[in-house]
Structure formats: structure tokens, C-alpha cells
């Protein structure tokens, strides 16, 4: 046989679509053809291949070598398709049986020794070759991440010679058994150690409670940071599903998912001299960026109008749909991006606007410009605006702690459940019809927001909003209808926003 065929996967978004290595060994002189589209990398393997198969101790053919894969408009990238095309050559010169191939999926970098290095996307790759009943031989550095494929049959390697011993049946390669995935604890500070801050620390349970959007605005030094750093210790833990979609995104880019780190909600933090592609991703192929990192997390933007008002933009659309779709000139790359946006920024330039040491001396024109740095439009996403003022002396001396996240957290579960048993999702996820159903409020919550509509001319996404936060503080406060001090306390929350990107930092 001078012909092979290997099974393999290459990445496109989230999916992992089946690729055919075709190995071909035929008269001539010799060379070494790899076609299909392939990436520089995987032009390379070659060289890779062609050590790796000497030093393993097998010939490598000197004769006409063509290597295809299929399909040829999908392009393909990375060192992955290393060992399956190790693995056919070997097969097509009849150096291995190629008897079980058809039963199982390859994939992995193979260094110059033959051992097999780690490769990226190994668990969406895993869902593919499990869908469609196939055992995946991968690296074994990263067989615990594709073990979260529960049902699959993954089949660990060190070297390229344990699998061709394992094709050769002296040696079969032993299914990889994971230990239950315990839940792991978020490694998050207490929120028991921001000292006063009392408005602030319940938007961040609302905003816990109810998945919203949050931004903290106050003087530098005030615990805007501590605070935002704390929302994932408040957070409910993911139900399978969620940890499952979490970490296929994570599992995409290089050096990001651990598999210890199976089950806890991602907190990003990007700098803000982050560009567009890196906060939604790019490249050839098109690879996640820090929303979609941030799935079922937080994304926390510290400094928000340092960031470029063009980074800012991309934003607006995933906080409506919580999806980012790349296009490139041959195809699109779809992402999930459902995070939750907590952002942090100074009231002026210099950060003293309204502190009670008075240096500011900032002019309404410089103040102005400042704000203007964040657009009316993104400002009407972002569901709550709270100003956390600098911290009095007093509560600094005092040896007072404030609620436990512990404490806290037990509330916000009980109001997500409760969000969950009734819709499916929380609060901040609902669409405006549903708000309406949803969140209906009484006679005096109606008749306040409709007055307040009036006055502070909100937008009708703001008027959703608005229901939405009264519907999360009605159900953290254990109340079955929606009345007129919860449409008030979100209000409160909202009125920062009526002048549109000069927020008036009223509480």
C-alpha cells in the first residue's frame, strides 16, 4: 500500500471540523509535497516529521512524498497535524499497519526526538472525535484537558513511538482516566476588607445577583479595584455546561486554560493600551480575545477612558447579543462572549473631581474632553453607575469588618436561583420584551419611572435596563412583585447616566 488515510481535526472558531491526512508515497525523485492550504507551521513539518521519524529509529522514504489535506479550502495551522502525517507515511510505506486507523483521531506536535509537545484546542478537538465515535490520540501533557470531554476516549503519548506501537498492537496505549473534577474555590480576596464604601458594595451584590454590567467612577485610592477584584468571589458557580463552553474558548488560546482551573469563573484584565483585536480577537486563523476569555466571567477594564474610544466600541455589540463573529476575507469565526463588564474610571483627568482635599483643578472644558472618551452608546449599556467616594478616616481607624463575601454570596445564590427557576437566566440577560413580562412594577413603580423616563430622557434600552436592576433588587430582596423603592434604587443607578457621557456623579 503506498496510499494512507489518518484522521485528524483543525480549528475553526469553536469548531473542530474533521481533517483527512492523505499520505501518498510514490516513484520519483525524491520530495516532500504537503497541500491542502497549509499554514508556514505546518509547511514545516517536514523537517520536523522527517527527524522525527529517523530518530524514532523507521526509515524515512526517499522517494516523491505527497501529503493532502482535505478538506482543501479549510485552511490549516499549527504543528498538530505533525504526528498524523508521521503516522501515514509510516502506514503508506508499510512500516506500521494501518488496520486501526480508521478508529481513531491524531493530533500533535512532535519534536525532533519524536516526543510529542502540547498543542492548543485539544478539548474542542475532543468533542469532534467523540461525536463521531473515534478514540483521539493526543500528547499526553494535555490529556487532562481533553478528558473534560466526559464519555471520550482519549488515548495519551509521549512519543511518537508509543503510537506506533500502539498501532502495531505490541504495546496498546492506555485510556487516560481523570479523577473527578473537584469544585475548586475562587482564589478571591474577601470583601470583608474594603473598608466603608457602603453604596458601592451593594451594586456590586446587584450586580452579582442580576449578571449586570457595572462601572465604578471615584477619586484614585478609593477601592474601585478591591472592589471589582471581589465579583467573582460573589459569582454562583457554573453549572457544567458553562464550565464545559468556558474552557473549549480557553482551551483556543495558547498558554491560557489550566485544567485545575476546571469549573471557576475567568477574570480578565486587559491593560488599556489593548488593542480592537485583542480585546475581540483576530488573527489568521481567527483566535478568541479577551470578551470571549471572559465567558461566563468578568471582564474587568480598570481606567475605562484611557482605553482608545475605538477599543471601547467593539464592546457594544457582545453586551447585546453576548456573541462576537470575526469575518475574514474566506470565512467567519463565531465566539461566545456572554461576560460580565465591571469597569472602573476617575471622575476627572487628575482623579480629584469632588474629593474633599479640594486639588482638583480641573476646568469644565478638561472634564468635559475626559468624559467624552466614553460614548453615549456604551454608556447606555452598562447597567449600573456607582460613585465610590473617598474612604472618611474614621472608617480606616475603625476596626469594624464589613459583610463576608461569604455572606454575601449566600444571598446573591439564593436570588440567582430564584432568577433561574423563574425565566432559565438571570436578569441581565433578558431581552426588553421579557423585562416588561418579567418585571412588571406596580402602580407607584410605573408611575415613578414613568415620570423619570420623562425627565432624565431615557432611551427605551435604558427603560429595559432600569426594569431589569428593580427586578434583581426585588429578588434579593425577597420580594415577589417589583415595587416603586426598587424602580428608585435603580433609578439611583441609572440617573448618572441621564446626561449622556457627562455622567453627573450624583448617588
Wanted: glycine share 10%; aromatic share 4%; proline share 7%.
Amino acid at each position: 500500500m503506498n496510499v494512507a488515510t489518518v484522521y485528524s481535526r483543525g480549528l475553526a472558531g469553536l469548531e473542530a471540523p474533521l481533517v483527512r491526512v492523505e499520505a501518498h508515497v510514490g516513484n520519483g525523485l525524491p520530495a516532500f509535497h504537503i497541500v491542502g492550504l497549509p499554514e508556514t507551521e505546518v509547511k514545516e513539518a517536514r523537517d520536523r516529521v522527517r527527524a522525527a521519524l529517523q530518530t524514532a529509529g523507521y526509515e524515512f522514504p526517499q522517494r516523491r512524498i505527497t501529503v493532502s489535506l482535505a478538506p482543501a479550502d479549510l485552511p490549516k495551522e499549527s504543528g498538530r497535524f505533525d504526528l498524523p502525517i508521521a503516522i501515514g507515511i509510516l502506514a503508506a510505506t508499510g512500516q506500521v499497519p494501518g488496520a486501526r486507523l480508521a478508529t481513531l483521531e491524531l493530533a500533535g506536535e512532535l519534536a525532533l526526538s519524536g516526543e510529542l509537545r502540547a498543542i492548543r484546542g485539544a478539548l474542542a478537538m475532543t468533542f469532534g472525535a467523540q461525536r463521531d465515535g473515534r478514540a483521539f490520540v493526543i500528547p499526553e501533557c494535555v490529556a487532562a484537558e481533553a478528558a473534560l470531554a466526559r464519555g471520550a476516549t482519549i488515548l495519551p503519548a509521549r512519543t511518537l513511538a508509543e503510537v506506533c506501537a500502539h498501532l502495531s498492537g505490541t504495546a496498546a496505549l492506555a485510556p487516560f482516566r481523570s479523577d473527578p473534577v473537584a469544585a475548586v474555590a475562587p482564589d478571591c480576596a474577601d470583601l470583608a476588607d474594603v473598608r466603608g464604601q457602603r453604596g458601592a458594595r451593594r451594586a456590586l451584590e446587584i450586580a452579582a445577583a442580576g449578571a449586570h454590567s457595572l462601572l465604578f467612577c471615584g477619586p484614585p485610592g478609593t477601592g474601585k479595584t478591591m472592589l471589582a477584584s471581589r465579583l467573582p468571589g460573589l459569582l454562583p458557580p457554573m453549572g457544567e455546561a458553562e464550565a464545559l463552553e468556558a474552557a473549549a474558548v480557553q482551551s483556543l488560546a495558547s498558554g491560557v486554560f489550566r485544567p485545575e482551573r476546571f469549573g471557576v469563573r475567568p477574570f480578565r484584565s486587559p491593560h488599556h493600551t489593548a488593542s480592537a483585536v485583542a480585546l475581540v480577537g483576530g488573527g489568521s486563523p481567527p483566535r478568541p480575545g479577551e470578551i470571549s476569555l471572559a465567558h461566563h466571567g468578568v471582564l474587568f477594564l480598570d481606567e475605562l477612558p484611557e482605553f482608545q474610544r475605538s477599543v471601547l466600541e467593539v464592546l457594544r455589540e457582545p453586551l447585546e447579543s453576548g456573541r462576537i463573529t470575526i469575518s475574514r476575507a474566506a470565512r467567519q469565526a463565531d465566539f461566545p462572549a456572554r461576560f460580565q463588564l465591571v469597569a472602573a474610571m476617575n471622575p476627572c483627568h487628575c482623579g480629584y473631581l469632588g474629593h474633599q482635599s479640594g486639588k482638583c483643578r480641573c476646568t469644565p472644558a478638561h472634564i468635559a474632553r475626559y468624559r467624552d472618551r466614553i460614548s453615549g452608546p456604551l454608556l447606555d449599556r452598562i447597567d449600573l453607575l456607582v460613585e465610590v467616594p473617598a474612604v472618611a478616616q474614621a472608617a480606616l481607624d475603625s476596626a469594624a469588618r464589613g459583610e463576608s463575601s461569604q455572606t454575601v454570596r449566600e444571598r446573591v445564590h439564593r436570588a440567582r436561583g430564584v432568577q433561574l427557576a423563574r425565566q432559565g437566566r438571570p436578569n441581565g440577560q433578558l431581552s426588553g420584551r421579557e423585562a416588561e413580562e418579567r418585571a412588571a412594577p406596580d402602580a407607584a413603580g410605573r408611575r415613578l419611572l414613568r415620570e423619570a423616563t420623562a425627565r432624565l430622557e431615557l432611551s427605551a434600552r435604558a427603560h429595559h435596563r432600569v426594569l431589569k436592576v428593580a427586578r434583581t433588587i426585588a429578588d434579593v430582596e425577597g420580594a415577589a412583585r417589583v415595587a416603586g423603592e426598587h424602580v428608585a434604587e435603580a433609578l439611583r443607578y441609572r440617573a448618572a447616566f441621564a446626561a449622556g457621557p457627562k455622567p453627573a456623579l450624583t448617588a
